[in-house]
């Protein structure tokens, strides 16, 4: 498959500066691009690494310079177009709907929009109900009454326990577990006894949850998560939090029990939260965050434990110099051994007196 480069700055929306009927077989990121494709550069670094790529052309930002060695189409968003041109040649996999496949389990009791698709291998639970155009991958168990919305995909051997709602437009990927009991436990007699686990699960609309992440189901209510929100994979959230809007979690953050976060929180890689905190809105969590307290909005905290990260940039800086400060300390602590040294010795030494005595009579 090939375009030229006209065809491709037609679909686009761009100027072409350099030969129209230029073929290209393919779309690579810069540090993949290869002798026949376009890639694209969004800053004058991206462009001085293309200009020493492989790459047959690029797509630049409008303001960029021209350059006779390398052909570019000129747009406002070049990564869009990019992802734009990208899907010419990947195209993603057009699933037609499929129905209720025979080899699917699925209670009578369960009501299933016409639109909706269910693969072999699920399970559909009693009284659950599914949206229009929803889609139920293989080996998806869905347990009882949960609500599934319009548009939802749900991937193979992801796990809806009872009662658990699902929003319109959800991507739910391979894996995932919602509405698990959550990890609270009474201790009587001598022995650990599971806490009620009467609430569920709630996702709004526009969630996306990754591969093998777990979200519990609340004790008494619901552990909800808001509307837009993405989750990384591995991601465990515990029972009875409020994820707000538009929330950013990264791979492996795990946030315990009865946390709030407000909206458009980000927490980036292995960021880990103690229960019953409040995250206000716009916080920014470093990775590896440690965070032990709530933290007013529209903070940006580092570091274990979790600090502002101005204080915490202070701390790695210091940090770093600790070894020549070992030196420093070092060479103090001899030259004091040594004054202490020369005093003693000059206090133990006696003064002798008598020469002075006989010139003076």
């Not at 790529?53 to 021209?66: K, N, R, Y």
């Not at 990564?79 to 195209?91: N, Q, T, Y």
């Not at 991507?171 to 001598?190: D, P, Q, S």
Request: negative net charge.
């Amino acid at each position: 498959m090939s375009f030229t480069l006209a065809s491709i700055a037609e679909t686009i929306g761009g100027q072409l500066f350099g030969p129209a009927e230029i073929p290209v077989t393919g779309a690579a990121s810069i540090a993949h691009v290869r002798p026949g494709e376009i890639t694209f550069a969004t800053n004058e670094q991206n462009w001085k690494n293309c200009l020493t790529s492989l790459a047959t052309a690029a797509i630049v930002p409008c303001d960029s310079p021209i350059d006779e060695r390398l052909p570019t189409i000129h747009v406002a968003d070049p990564e869009k177009a990019f992802i734009e041109i990208a899907k010419l040649f990947r195209a993603q996999v057009a699933r037609q709907p499929i129905g209720q496949s025979p080899r699917a389990s699925i209670s009578p009791t369960a009501k299933i929009a016409a639109s909706a698709s269910i693969y072999p291998g699920a399970f559909i639970g009693e009284g659950v109900e599914i949206g229009e155009r929803s889609r139920i991958m293989p080996n998806v168990s869905i347990m009882e009454n949960c609500r599934i919305g319009n548009d939802v995909t749900i991937f193979p051997n992801a796990v809806l326990y009872e009662n658990t709602v699902v929003g319109d437009r959800c991507l739910i990927h391979a894996g995932v577990v919602l509405g698990a009991f959550g990890f609270g436990y009474r201790t009587h007699a001598g022995q650990h006894h599971l806490s009620q686990q009467l609430g569920n699960v709630v996702l709004g609309t526009d969630v996306e949850i990754g591969a093998n992440t777990t979200i519990d189901r609340g004790t008494y209510d619901s552990t909800t998560i808001g509307d837009g929100t993405k989750i990384d994979d591995q991601v465990m959230i515990g029972h009875n939090t409020q994820v707000g809007k538009h929330n950013l979690f990264c791979s492996q953050v795990g946030i315990a029990g009865s946390c709030r976060t407000g909206d458009y929180v980000v927490m980036a890689g292995q960021v880990g939260l103690a229960d019953h905190l409040e995250i206000g809105d716009h916080v920014v969590l470093g990775a590896k965050a440690g965070v032990m307290h709530s933290i007013e909005p529209n903070q940006h905290y580092l570091g274990a434990p979790a600090m502002p990260i101005r204080e915490q940039l202070l701390i790695f800086a210091s940090m770093q110099k600790l070894p020549e400060l070992r030196r420093a300390v070092s060479k103090l602590t001899k030259r004091i051994e040594e004054l202490q040294r020369t005093a003693a010795t000059t206090q133990s030494t006696p003064t002798d007196t008598s020469h002075d005595q006989r010139e003076a009579a």
